[in-house]
């Protein structure tokens, strides 16, 4: 599996980023081609102080080829495009493969 992790800094609109995000921004990721799931969250909170993010988000794919293929296509490039609509405090986008842990 091949997972890409989207943090967020504090937007200069909380309000405004929930909303677009939970109505608009979500359905067009929803959509990207060879996505398997998604995963976020607004409650973010550190071990100590105060978190440095607003919001976390993170996508599976098969694996970093499918991701990129996604990323590159017209879809992708949408979603991509769409992020300036609510991310007023900066996006910091990172991707990796997962290795499975035992229990």
């Known amino acids: 599996m091949h ?3 989207v943090l967020y800094p504090e937007p200069v609109d909380p309000d405004h980023f929930r909303e677009y995000y939970v109505s608009t921004h979500l359905p067009l990721v929803a959509k990207m081609p060879g ?10 909170t550190a071990t100590q102080g ?3 993010y607003f919001a976390v ?8 080829a499918a991701l ?12 991509s495009a769409d992020v300036a609509n609510y991310a007023t405090g900066g996006v910091v986008v990172m991707d990796c493969p ?6």
């Open 3 to 5: 997972k890409l992790l």
């Open 35 to 44: 996505l398997l799931a998604y995963r976020y969250s607004f409650e973010v």
């Open 50 to 52: 105060e978190p440095p």
């Open 57 to 64: 988000f993170e996508a599976e794919f098969a694996d970093a």
């Open 68 to 79: 990129t293929a996604s990323r590159a296509s017209a879809h992708g490039q949408k979603v």
């Open 98 to 103: 997962m290795q499975n842990g035992t229990i």
